[in-house]
């Protein structure tokens, strides 16, 4: 298993350009199958999940390669609509490919992601968002099987703003017959991204950004060319790491409207932030102060895939903050990781109480997730000592190849790829 190894205490310096993101990259690679073609994305991040991604849509009969940052997906030879098990239980956004195979094929047959890590995640608005538009849908054990002669626009009201089954819903109600509204709609700037780019494809969509999104159904879409936006999470990512190690750097290739809350957060603890255009300057020259109260909520309130990151930085403040958690139950398990390396933090129920030490220690500690293990790294790069991060491979899902960025801003950073004997 590779680890990373880092050597703290060392402020970030220099200027980084932040990749493609994530989130908006996987639903529109899944989009690109409702239009046979060529679709040429740029900007697409180098990441495990969406190397997934594009293996599941060669299962599906696609073609897709890369060169550097762009990605080329051919979809004229997709002819199945069937997801295989063992690829859809490596990434739960494999369920993205719901709508969009729905609306090309009539029908789709996926198993249950299960849950993961971090909480249980359902699909039932997904599912129940689909049937509205018409499809049926039969669970055979683990096995989903959906299908629709015809989708119909309709209105929709998500009993809560799921990002997932807003965008589910908006890619399958894209070629319905007539006009489908959703209520309550996640407002992520993802949505935004793919509404952007299902609209180059030929669809007439107004509204993502908002919670009332309208999508008149087309009949034809075509192949696309498309510029993912910047990933918001990897630049908090660096922001918080910068204010950790008291550093000062410049974050290039970056949208700040998608990250005010973020910004409002570390201004209140204290950290100094310029922003011009797609540029932030973040600097920390003293030690942060409290945040009294964090609570993660839908955009555009504070992002849950940064609280982890921000605890790291709280858990070095001076007083006593609190993280109260509202999206998914299991996302404390770094909380443990982080008290091996001094930190002070008590967690009861979804609140986290984080009373600031004057510095963390060097450890061995485990990513369990993702968003965890990049808070484990920015903890690393805070603490006094070697600290070793374990389980690297949770972490490539999202940042392409951490290390690599924080050398550039001058951490002492490298990875341990044991040989096959070790
Ligand atoms: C997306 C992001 C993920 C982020 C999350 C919340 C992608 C690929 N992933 O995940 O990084 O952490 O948004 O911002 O974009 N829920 C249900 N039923 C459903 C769907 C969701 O109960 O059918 C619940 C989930 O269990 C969770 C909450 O809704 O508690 C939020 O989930 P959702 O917004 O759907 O997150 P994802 O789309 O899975």
Known sequence: MEKLVIEGGRPLSGAIKIHGAKNAALPILAACIMASGTHTLHNVPNLLDIEVMLQILRALGCKADRQGETVNVHS???????????????????IFLMGPLLARFGSVTVYQPGGCA??????DLHLRGLEALGAKIEEKGNMIVCTADVLTGTEIVLDFPSVGATENIMMAAVKAEGVTTIFNAAREPEIQDLQNFLNTMGADIIGAGTDTITIRGVKTLAPSEYNIIPDRIVAGTILVAAAATRGTITLERVNPSHLTSVIHVLRRAGVQILVNDDIIHVSCPTRPKAVERIVTSPHPSFPTDLQSQIMVLLSLADGLSIIKETIFEGRFKHVDELSRMGADIRVD?????IRGVPRLYGATVEATDLRAGAALVIAGLAAHGTTIVEQVHHIDRGYDRIEHMLSRLGAVIYRHTPVPSE
């Open 76 to 94: 004229s030879k997709a002819n199945s609509s069937y997801i295989p098990e063992e690829l859809m239980g490596q990434m739960r956004s494999s």
């Open 118 to 123: 971090i909480g249980e995640r359902k699909i």
């Open 349 to 353: 129920l979804n609140s986290a109480f």
